[in-house]
């Protein structure tokens, strides 16, 4: 049968239209494809934009068997009465704001301290620290001595001319024919300000000693120094911008940041990873696979995407792709030894940034 030209031309459209309904899978992969053969695997990797996420950086203690944490009030041979107590609430709320442990409130602390009535020389005798640990339901003790804490403050002064309204003056005026009146003009009004560019700088020594209580055992020592500049403008005593805390509450502060660099090694830390998911550069069931798995990552959905990845995986265990990614996902849960072997697997294939993402993780691990 003899096809009418208009149902011939009807059919070529409807096939046209057929082989144009690509997925966007397929539509990425033939792109990546097209790049691959022009500038390689990274020309791919370029099309995309990065993924975020959070990773957790261990600390040198494993909390868990000193969950219940006291930090005592810091030994203070400098003469200031609250500079003791003000650097262990510091360093308690550097520690509650990780989670690592629970940090007892620091008023029974003190209190069983002071029931004990014990020097803090004795802090070395293992029973001393048991008896405490009793006391107080803790777990661990952490205590110390500030060995240094000063403000230096240094003032450059300068006085500004500054507008401060107006005032009305009367002027007489003669006008062509000799007729007098009397204007009423407003002239501006400047005063003399003193200003003041502080800059307070603000330095802290301590040490101090983590111990287990149930034993007495030194988990951790450790001291620092930090050194921090505030900086202030004032007008006529007036705080026009900066810090411009009185010197008790900016050391205060200052005891906020230094704490922070004393625990850092210590405590676990919340790091941000910036990752490129890896693109399959065949047109086939594997591929598509790796790119449903790309848009569930990109929507959140790491539970779906970790299950296109595994099933890609499966289908193809030698392919790299499917194991660069599950190592980000794994990565990004905290099972750090698996990511490791991903990330090596993926490293020996996939180029440099595989090689960045591996040695970045080795070595937040201390590997």
């Known amino acids: 049968m003899t096809m009418q030209p208009g149902a011939r031309r009807q059919r070529k459209e409807k096939q046209a239209g057929q082989t144009g309904k690509l997925s966007t899978g397929r539509v990425f992969t033939a792109a990546c494809l097209l790049l691959g053969a022009i500038g390689g695997l990274a020309a791919c990797a370029s099309m995309q934009h990065p993924i975020h996420y959070t990773v957790t950086k261990p600390g040198k203690i ?65 029973r001393v620290i048991q008896q405490l640990g009793q006391d107080l339901n803790a777990r661990g003790l952490l205590f110390g001595d ?56 603000v330095r802290v020594q301590a040490e101090a000693r983590l111990v287990r209580t149930g034993d007495g055992a030194v988990l951790w020592q450790g001291q620092t120094e930090l050194l921090q500049e505030y900086a202030s403008v ?60 790309n848009m ?32 980000l996902l794994r990565e990004k849960t905290g099972d750090y030894t698996q990511a490791v072997k991903d990330f090596t697997y993926a490293a020996k294939q996939l180029g440099p940034s595989w090689r960045r993402n591996l040695a970045e993780l080795k070595k937040m691990l201390g590997l």
């Open 146 to 201: 500030i060995t240094a804490a000063e403000i230096r403050p240094f003032i450059a002064t300068e006085m500004v001319i500054r507008q401060q309204g107006f005032r009305q003056e009367e002027e007489l005026a003669v006008d062509a024919r000799g007729n007098t009146r009397v204007i009423i003009r407003s002239v501006p009004v400047y005063i003399q300000i003193k200003r003041e560019n502080i800059t307070r700088q």
């Open 296 to 327: 569930a990552a990109r929507s959140n959905d790491w539970n779906s995407a970790g299950i296109f990845w595994l099933r890609a995986q499966a289908l193809h265990p030698g392919r790299p792709e499917a194991h660069a990614n599950l190592g």
């Open 234 to 293: 004032r007008e006529n005593g007036r705080c026009l911008e900066g810090v411009c805390l009185a010197d008790e509450e900016l050391m205060a502060l200052a005891f906020q940041a230094f704490g922070r660099k004393l625990l850092q090694e210590l405590l676990p830390q919340q790091l941000v990873r910036q990752r490129y998911l890896a693109q399959a550069v065949t047109d086939d069931e594997y591929a598509e696979l790796i790119n449903k798995g």
């Open 62 to 126: 494993d909390f868990a068997d000193i969950h219940t944490l006291a930090v005592l009030d810091f030994g203070n041979p400098l003469g200031q009465p609250h500079w003791g107590a003000a650097m262990a609430q510091a360093l308690a709320a550097v520690i509650n704001e990780t989670g690592a442990a629970r940090v007892l409130s620091s008023g029974p602390t003190r209190q069983a301290f002071q029931r004990l009535r014990v020097t803090r020389s004795r802090f070395q005798e293992k």
